[in-house]
Nanobody, 123 residues
Framework: QVQLVESGGGLVHTGGSLRLSCAASGGIFSSYYMGWFRQAPGKEREFVACIQWGTGRTKYTDSVKGRFTISRDNAKTTIYLQMSSLKPEDTATYYC????????????????WGKGTLVTVSS
């Protein structure tokens, strides 16, 4: 059983930066994708970014390309999401997630979820 614990959310002004962290406990296999999804009030949960644990291959949704960077620390079994040039539309609860057999960017493929951390970007 894998458990995920997020940290790093908070309130930031437009144009600011935040770094989210997600620490995983339990076995992480090289084929797994770890990543981030977000859900704004009244909206569906959506993919943000993911990284394949073994290769380090990354994927991003178009709206965050060039602004967000996902990375991993194998020794700490932790992933990070460095968010820069934040916009009010980035405001959401950000969830850490693990996809054990899919492509990492589909809500339906996620087997493990964290509890989420709130990011609020003020205008």
């Amino acid at each position: 059983q894998v458990q995920l614990v997020e940290s790093g959310g908070g309130l930031v002004h437009t144009g600011g930066s935040l770094r989210l962290s997600c620490a995983a406990s339990g076995g992480i296999f090289s084929s797994y994708y770890m990543g981030w999804f977000r859900q704004a009030p009244g909206k569906e949960r959506e993919f943000v970014a993911c990284i394949q644990w073994g290769t380090g291959r990354t994927k991003y949704t178009d709206s965050v390309k060039g602004r967000f960077t996902i990375s991993r620390d194998n020794a700490k079994t932790t992933i990070y999401l460095q968010m820069s040039s934040l916009k009010p539309e980035d405001t959401a609860t950000y969830y850490c997630a693990i996809d054990t057999y899919g492509l990492g960017n589909q809500v339906e493929g996620i087997e493990y979820w964290g509890k989420g951390t709130l990011v609020t970007v003020s205008s």
